[in-house]
């Protein structure tokens, strides 16, 4: 089945960059997608990539995706204080769903 | 602006009692899910909905019901609490079920 698979912790150090990285099985994914979830909120969405994409940007915030791999990444350059949250990774499978790994808490040392 | 909203925010339960958690969004979107939140596991699919009228299961649907009359509303049901069920609730919606969803804040549910 479907499978979404994060490291459950991240830790670096403000102005230095965070790399995410995820792992995925469903090979027909069309879109992958990168939420971030602060505490007591709910998720909000960060950035997605298309499956004929390697690369995005947008602003402090680089995804990278290998499909032979299956393999997606995110990079926070810059990281702040304010970048301290849980990140999910998510992928777009086939019949409708999106399922989600279980999230990186990124934390920031000063 | 009031994109998805997730009625209680907060509710604790006996074993055995039933409630539903309300979800209604005014975006017009055909697509809205019910994901439950627990350490260490992420979001999983509880129920979705394709359309008004069109209902499926995801992967942990057990003591679960939803239904879809209209557009806007997505309501989950819990037919007989259990502890098993503390979790957060999330709701989301989205124009289609490929495109990005949008999330509600959530609902805190315990059951003691």
């Known amino acids: 089945g479907e499978d979404v698979e994060q490291s459950l912790f991240l830790s670096v150090r403000e102005g230095d960059s965070s790399v995410i990285n995820c792992t995925y099985t469903d090979s027909s994914s069309t879109y992958l997608y990168w939420y971030k979830q602060e505490p007591g909120a709910g998720l909000q969405l960060l950035t997605y990539?298309?499956?004929?994409?390697d690369m995005k940007q947008d602003q402090r915030l680089t995804v990278l995706l290998n499909k032979k791999d299956k393999h997606l990444s995110l990079r926070i350059a810059d990281t702040q204080t304010g970048d301290s949250a849980i990140y999910f990774c998510a992928e777009y499978s086939s019949a409708s769903k999106i399922i989600f790994g279980s999230g990186t808490r990124l934390s920031i040392r000063p | 602006n009031a994109g998805v909203t997730q009625t209680p925010k907060f509710q604790v339960l006996k074993t055995g009692q039933s409630m539903t958690l309300q979800c209604a969004q005014d975006m017009n979107h055909e697509y809205m899910s019910w994901y439950r939140q627990d350490p260490g596991m992420g979001l999983r699919l509880i129920h979705y909905?394709?359309?008004?009228?069109?209902?499926d299961q995801g992967e942990v649907p057990n003591g679960y019901n939803v239904s879809r009359s209209t557009t806007e509303d997505f309501p989950l049901r819990l037919l007989s609490a259990a502890p098993s069920q503390t979790s957060v609730y999330f709701c989301?919606?989205?124009?289609?079920?490929?495109?990005?969803?949008?999330f509600g804040d959530g609902t805190r549910l315990s059951i003691l």
């Open positions: 989301a919606s989205s124009p289609h079920s490929d495109k990005p969803q949008h």
């Open positions: 990539i298309f499956s004929n994409m």
């Open positions: 909905s394709v359309g008004a009228g069109i209902t």
